[in-house]
């Protein structure tokens, strides 16, 4: 785009005005008729209305990014799980009423329309939400960013139940067509791997070439991310794979149809489905082609399209930093010392030191088996150049080592980018902390945990390199959007600035004392359940009494986050409730939800899942127990599921083991949305604590530290089991074959585990956590300070903004400075 493009006006910002376009792209885009129109065709041109709406002020906002170069961010993310797009964008460009009031005039409901939208499944859990909740915020905040991905063609998996079991089924999110993504083939990008690389000496100077062995193209598609009523509308540019040579004519003119397309089958696989099974050899292969792909693919469209004629590359760490979301995209970091190197002409320190002040890094875990690694046999084939620039980094980086630590081999061994042992592997990590100008955990004790433990040695060499962002939120979604009862409240409280402001929240901490106040406030959580109860019965067919407390835990299934010790509390309370100990009539009755997905390789969150699933069954089919516990679990558990579940929940279930959730964000949203939180003192659950205060949260569990000193000690789960009636009771009662027809076989290996290995020390907590369940059902009998603790919970949660994080990003790492576009 030059200076002299005109831009287009956006349509008429009124009923009459949003009706005519609708029409049109009713009549001209979907060729039907509003008689004849499928559900699916109003959709789509209710969709394609809106971005209309949006696409002047996107021009504008890359017109004024060309015409006004200035520093700007690329955000590098595997994943985006962006939700649905269309209420975003209409509250984004400020037509909700404008909207909704034209399809009413139409004869056509906003509510039906808004759920034919099918949700882009293109992450797996937190890493993904939180992506878009920064694309969302950065673009809020005027400043000039772009998110780089994939267009997985399959998404995170669809989960059915077959019995009780999980199954994971195609998630086809592009079957009825994907209004809001703009496709440009014209900017393909070819990418190459394989081959070998050939050394040639030019004017006496070594020169290195990469000969590929084969290519595909990347294919671009941008989607638009508009900040909240200010005019700006960044961009998002997902990468989809096709082969360079799609289709051979001549050999299917042979008659060998399946191999005339054998390429563009081979070549699409790269985006084919979002995170690989790589259990296998040719599993690890295809993720690292996925990560290379979409790297390469986002650099060479920086420095093709967004950098000016002329630019001194020299100046390059002045234009952009590149955010790097976990290990997934941190092959970036040999991927422009390529570029330099070998396509520009630099030399090798010019280069590095570039590179190295172009990168930031975001660890996102402390679970050494989530750090990447790759065979070096596999890079040295897959990208063979790439594997020479890494070796170079880490000679010159241990040399850096031996001269300022001497020549402590232990400490050489452990802090090489090269692991030795129990194979020749590149570890991500080391190389991300190597090669960026910082490294950011997303809590406080995640951080933390990182320089003493986690990058213990890089934090030692480079103490400088390690800050902390905290994880946030985004308030426009997961407030303004999934709770408008009590976003309206808010407002008629303190005003509608919190939208964009969310520290301003703390206003309506006088509003706990209020009777009147903390009243509405109950109303709100009580038409949210029954938004809730509407929900699970049209979508899964399950019933739920809104009457009951809704004690929520919905996370991505692994055996660290502790859905198992859920479930212990869950059949100790069958138990005492079947056999006469506790009355249901004088407990406090729960509905129990679970959400949660497992990895389909990952045979023990399986079985977790199958164990809740037939618990859930007998507890709901007991006519005692069934009075005062009931147990669902909606498979399929999404974004969508969550804007409705999350603002009806009472309870928050934060409950991993102390150290090993880096800081989680599930969390936030149901404080936000005044649920209180029980939890251990793990991830920004600690923050939590601090900011809403000890009598607002239930607190359980070991402490870090004290986790640690018990597995050094040594650690042996039975004698928890042997100690502790209860919980002896609880695992008897799963080993009987209880909730699996009798049939002891079942979940033996889940009480196995538990008794001999316990890593993440369940029945450690077992008791801590019995007792704080306790203590909620004691809060939740009195149900007017329960509703003061959440009003507090609200009120002192801004920190949590998704917004508050960028500002952190902004500060401490990226030093870029809001840019608004001009009208």
């Not at 139940?161 to 993504?181: H, I, K, T």
């Not at 990058?455 to 962002?469: C, G, I, M, R």
Request: with cysteine; net charge negative; hydrophobic share 40%.
């Amino acid at each position: 785009m030059t200076e002299t493009t005109p831009l287009i006006a956006s349509p008429e910002r009124t009923v009459e005005g949003f009706v005519r376009q609708y029409l049109r792209e009713l009549t001209y885009t979907q060729g039907t008729t509003l008689e004849r129109a499928s559900t699916n065709d109003k959709y789509l041109a209710l969709a394609r209305t809106v971005r209309s709406y949006l696409m002047s002020r996107w021009n504008r906002t890359v017109t004024q990014q060309f015409r006004h170069p200035g520093r700007g961010v690329a955000y590098l993310s595997a994943e985006y799980l962006l939700g649905r797009q269309l209420d975003n964008a209409l509250i984004a460009s400020g037509l909700e009423a404008v909207a909704e009031e034209a399809l009413t005039s139409l004869g056509l409901s906003l509510d039906e329309l808004r759920a034919a939208e099918v949700e882009p499944g293109l992450g797996n859990g937190g890493l993904g939400r939180l992506a878009a909740c920064f694309i969302d915020s950065l673009a809020t905040m005027n400043i000039p960013a772009v998110g780089y991905g994939i267009r997985y063609e399959y998404g995170i998996f669809r989960q059915t139940f077959v019995d009780g079991r999980q199954v994971e089924e195609p998630d086809s999110w592009l079957d009825n067509g994907s209004p809001w993504e703009i496709a440009r083939p014209e900017q393909e990008v070819e990418i190459s791997f394989g081959g070998h690389t050939e050394k040639t000496v030019v004017d006496g100077a070594e020169q290195i070439t990469w000969v590929p062995g084969w290519s595909v193209l990347a294919i671009p598609y941008n989607y638009m991310v508009p900040g909240y009523l200010n005019g700006r509308v960044n961009t998002l540019r997902l990468w989809s794979a096709r082969a360079t040579h799609a289709f051979d004519l001549k050999i299917f003119n042979y008659g060998d149809y399946a191999e005339a397309v054998r390429s563009q089958t081979f070549a699409e696989n790269i985006t084919k489905v979002l995170y690989p099974e790589d259990s296998t050899p040719q599993g690890k292969e295809l993720r690292l082609q996925q990560q290379y792909f979409f790297v390469a693919a986002s650099l060479h469209d920086f420095f093709e399209r967004l950098l000016e004629d002329g630019f001194d590359l020299h100046d390059l760490p002045e234009r952009i930093t590149f955010q790097l979301n976990d290990t997934h995209p941190v092959i970036a970091i040999p991927e422009l010392m390529r570029i330099l190197v070998d396509l520009k002409g630099m030399t090798w320190d010019e280069a590095w030191e570039i590179t190295r002040q172009c990168f930031a890094y975001t660890c996102h875990t402390l679970l050494p088996e989530a750090l990447e690694v790759w065979p070096v046999e596999l890079m040295s084939r897959l990208l063979p150049r790439h594997m020479e620039i890494i070796y170079r980094i880490n000679e010159e980086f241990l040399a850096q080592v031996r001269e300022r630590l001497g020549n402590d081999e232990m400490l050489v061994r452990r802090m090489s980018i090269i692991a030795e042992h129990p194979e020749r592997a590149v570890r991500m990590a080391f190389l991300a902390s190597v090669g960026t100008s910082k490294i950011n955990g997303v809590a406080e004790l995640h951080s933390q945990l990182l320089r003493d433990k986690v990058l213990q040695d890089f934090a030692a060499f480079w103490p400088e390199k390690f800050t902390n962002v905290t994880n946030g939120v985004t308030p426009r979604r997961f407030v303004r959007l999934s709770n408008p009862g009590l976003s309206n409240l808010i407002t008629e409280a303190i005003g509608d600035g919190w939208v964009t402001d969310l520290e301003r929240l703390r206003e309506l901490e006088p509003l706990a004392d209020d009777a009147e106040f903390r009243r509405r406030f109950r109303e709100v959580k009580r038409a949210n359940k029954d938004r809730l109860v509407d929900l699970l019965a049209k979508r899964d067919g399950i019933a739920i009494d809104p009457e009951t407390m809704l004690d929520v835990m919905v996370k991505r299934l692994h055996e660290y986050k502790r859905q198992l010790l859920k479930v212990l509390h869950v059949v100790s309370t069958y138990d005492r409730l079947r056999s006469g100990e506790l009355d249901p009539a004088s407990v406090v009755h729960r509905t129990v939800v679970f959400g949660a997905k497992a990895a389909p390789g990952y045979k023990m969150a399986k079985e977790i899942i199958a164990l809740i699933n037939h618990v859930g069954a007998c507890v709901n089919g007991d006519p005692v127990v069934s009075q005062a516990l009931r147990v669902a679990f909606p498979a399929n558990y999404n974004v969508t599921v969550a804007e409705t579940l999350v603002p009806a929940a009472d309870l928050s279930e934060q409950i991993s083991l102390a150290g090993k959730e880096a800081s989680g964000t599930g969390n936030m949203k149901f404080a936000l949305n005044g649920a209180l939180t029980v939890g251990t003192d793990d991830g920004a659950n600690v923050e939590i604590r601090q900011l809403v205060g000890d009598d607002n949260f239930f607190l359980f569990g070991l402490t870090e530290p004290e986790a640690s000193a018990i597995q050094e000690a040594g650690y042996r789960p039975s004698s928890y089991y042997e100690q502790n009636s209860s919980l002896r009771r609880t695992l008897d009662l799963i080993a009987s074959g209880e909730f699996s027809g009798g049939d002891r076989s079942t979940f033996e290996p889940i009480v196995s585990n538990l008794l001999y290995e316990d890593r993440f020390m369940v029945l450690a907590d077992f008791q801590s956590y019995m007792d704080a369940q306790e203590r909620v059902d004691t809060a939740y009998r009195d149900q007017d300070a329960w509703s003061r603790s959440t009003v507090l919970n609200v009120a002192r949660s801004g920190f949590f903004s998704s917004d508050r994080s960028m500002q952190d990003y902004l500060d401490r790492i990226w030093h870029v400075s809001p840019s608004p576009v001009e009208d």
